[in-house]
């Protein structure tokens, strides 16, 4: 990316707000330059996460108005909150902040509707096969994928952990690479081979739920082929909990 794109970058505009203007411009110009040659990550996650940033930032800018003369102290980022001091600051001009989120905004929404219709393309090439028969607990297994670009068949496993605030449950998916075959040997075995030698190499899972991902189409791997097959191995295992 040709340009910050972190929430300072739209905080502290002051007397450049033009500069700023262009440099965003040309950022999401080299995002979406990204998105027609079929890359997702992280411009794609980059961006939802600046649009929700924003947007609390403005809820934000609401409560200093509605609650009287108070200030923004400080912005935290990992915990996406706003904190506020008693008297507005004398530097920071609210108002261009608000007129350049507010410009901003349609233009990232644009730019996520983009890579979101790219998401969609490669979901839509993505098939997945299930290896064996499944067992009844699914948290815990294997899955393959191809890596076009290096060449070979990735084997990962995967942990799925879930947990929980007061308001909704959060599901996350640990994947740690066990191993890479090279394309002429995992072309000599079928999925089905390449899981019981797991099975015989780790026998801490004698059953394991096991996925084999495709694609006709050569993807990147680690820019769009492996978080999209994550985010869709999520929503299998997803699935699997609601049937049981």
Do not use: C
Not at 37 to 54: A, F, H, K, S, V
Not at 147 to 163: C, T, V
Not at 176 to 191: H, Y
């Amino acid at each position: 990316m040709k340009a910050d794109l972190s929430l300072d970058f739209f905080t502290q505009v002051n007397d450049d707000f033009e500069k700023r203007q262009y440099l965003l411009l040309g950022n999401l110009k080299a995002v979406k330059q990204a998105f027609k040659m079929n890359l997702l990550y992280p411009y794609l996650g980059r961006l939802i996460e600046l649009r929700e940033q924003l947007q609390q930032v403005l809820d934000g800018f609401s409560l200093v108005e509605n609650g009287g003369p108070r200030r923004i102290k400080s912005i935290n980022l990992e915990e996406k909150r706003i904190e506020f001091e008693s008297v507005l600051p004398e530097k920071l001009d609210l108002g261009a902040v608000k007129e350049f989120i507010r410009w901003a905004q349609p233009l990232i929404t644009e730019a996520i509707k983009e890579g979101v219709s790219i998401y969609e393309f490669v979901d839509e090439n993505l098939s997945v096969d299930q290896v064996g028969i499944q067992p009844a607990y699914q948290d815990e297994g294997y899955f393959f994928m191809p890596d076009y670009e290096a060449g070979g068949l990735m084997l990962f496993r995967y942990e799925l952990s879930i947990y929980s605030d007061a308001r909704e449950r959060y599901r996350s998916l640990k994947t740690t690479l066990v191993k890479k075959m090279s394309e002429g040997t995992a072309a000599q075995e079928d999925p089905a081979s390449i899981k019981l030698n797991l099975i015989r190499e780790y026998r801490d899972l004698p059953n394991p739920a096991t996925f084999a991902f495709h694609s006709p189409i050569a993807f990147a791997f680690e820019q769009t082929l492996f978080p999209v097959a994550r985010r869709r191995l999520l929503r299998i295992l997803h699935e699997a909990q609601g049937r049981g």
